[in-house]
């Protein structure tokens, strides 16, 4: 298929939307009411720091939902103000935040089910709406919503779009798109669903796998073995890896995807010559800029000196989120990752993720004491769920100043 000529044709349809239905300002009054926070905005005023008894909470300068998450969100309430009576669907989450996906559903929006990794649409008709969430959607699966006939809802976030444009880019000049992230997630799969040929690393140590493997060959068995369901159909890794282009999962880490970059950028000089580079090498800045400011205000966070421990708050299938306990965890700081503050127990108690791991409850997490706690909380975030968390440890403690 020819995805550039598809996704253009379906934008001029009459059944596609990307902006807003003229809705905004009830739109706006109602997502206040319910994700905004007046606790939060007083400690943005106070230089993002609280202190009360023997606790303070330090936020960080950056944190919580972000410009694309709020569009598309608003978008999906539009949505239903404008089609009233249709049946309306998503594709997927709209974001990785459960209150908000709990919300549409309660505003009867329906969620596509996935069985065995597969999504059925079978439940989807003629003149349905289908809303796109913010981590995009397949072309397969747009094609087959234009297909039915549906009134489609795209909220799809534009940087993400961004590296849809860059992936095209390297298909139509022949380069393979190796993309930073992770290849089972939604807004990957709708990548590499707009690349040619593809492979996925999920971090520095895959890449480096590859490059090695670019430079001096290797074992072609073990490469599909560690890569299998990460590569596009047919891939080869003795001729598809010649001329290659970076991409990226928008939601990884900055750093990462930088190191990955300029390592297959020295890979290709090292094998082609400086003169034969441009030929075997592209690169375009795809790096989201909220999910930067929000890292780098967790880098900010993490280096002060009097930090006890750090919550992190989102959805536990939010990549972004996770991305930001990886750089507490790199710092040596007891961190705790919940998805909302209904996570933590009046009683003193916890249930957290701990990376890589499943949830488990920890008791006495909050030490007795004088404590200082940094807050920070993913894109998906809305600030209520912040403040209910905050107002949990202040509960805490304040119990335990009284015993």
């Not at 007083?42 to 960080?60: C, F, K, P, Q, S």
């Not at 972004?320 to 507490?328: C, R, S, V």
């Amino acid at each position: 298929m020819d995805t550039k000529t598809f996704k253009r044709t379906l934008q001029k349809s009459d059944r596609y939307h990307r902006r807003s239905f003229g809705h905004g300002a009830e739109v706006e009054a109602t997502l206040q009411t319910e994700y905004q926070s007046s606790l939060v905005a007083d400690l943005r005023a106070a230089n993002n720091t609280l202190t009360r008894g023997d606790v303070t909470i330090r936020l960080a300068e950056a944190f919580g939902f972000c410009w694309g998450v709020e569009r598309a969100v608003a978008i999906a309430y539009e949505t239903r103000t404008h089609f009233p009576t249709e049946r309306i669907w998503i594709t997927n989450e709209i974001i990785h935040n459960p209150g908000v996906n709990d919300r549409l559903r309660e505003m009867n929006v329906g969620f596509i089910e996935v069985n065995d990794d597969e999504k059925d649409f079978s439940v989807v008709g003629t003149g349905d709406v289908v809303i796109l969430p913010a981590f995009g959607a397949t072309v397969q699966e747009m094609k087959l919503l234009d297909d039915l006939g549906c009134t489609i809802v795209d909220t799809t976030c534009p940087w993400v779009s961004k590296v849809w444009n860059s992936v095209e880019k390297h298909k139509k000049h022949q380069y393979t798109s190796i993309v930073h992230g992770k290849y089972k997630h939604e807004e990957t799969l709708a990548t590499t669903s707009f690349a040619g040929k593809y492979l996925v690393v999920l971090n520095l140590d895959e890449a480096r796998y590859v490059a090695d493997y670019i430079l001096n060959g290797g074992d072609r068995a073990e490469f599909f073995a560690k890569f299998k369901h990460a590569h596009s159909e047919g891939f080869d890794p003795d001729v598809d890896l010649d001329r290659v282009g970076i991409a990226n999962q928008t939601t990884m880490l900055k750093t990462e995807t930088e190191d990955i970059g300029k390592l297959f950028e020295h890979t290709m000089l090292e094998k082609y010559g400086p003169v034969e580079l441009n030929a075997h090498f592209q690169a375009f800045n795809t790096i989201c800029d909220a999910t930067q400011e929000r890292q780098d205000a967790m880098l900010e966070l993490v280096d002060m000196d009097d930090i006890d421990l750090i919550l992190v708050i989102g959805g536990f299938n939010s990549s972004n989120t996770t991305h930001l306990q990886e750089i507490a965890i790199e710092r040596g700081i007891p961190s705790y990752h919940i998805d909302s503050a209904d996570r933590i127990g009046l009683d003193n108690t916890i249930e957290h993720k701990p990376l890589d791991r499943e949830i488990e409850t920890q008791t006495d997490w909050l030490p007795a004491g004088k404590l200082t706690i940094g807050v920070t909380s993913g894109a998906s975030t809305p600030d209520k769920a912040v403040e209910a968390s905050i107002e949990k440890i202040l509960a805490i403690k304040q119990v335990a100043a009284m015993a």
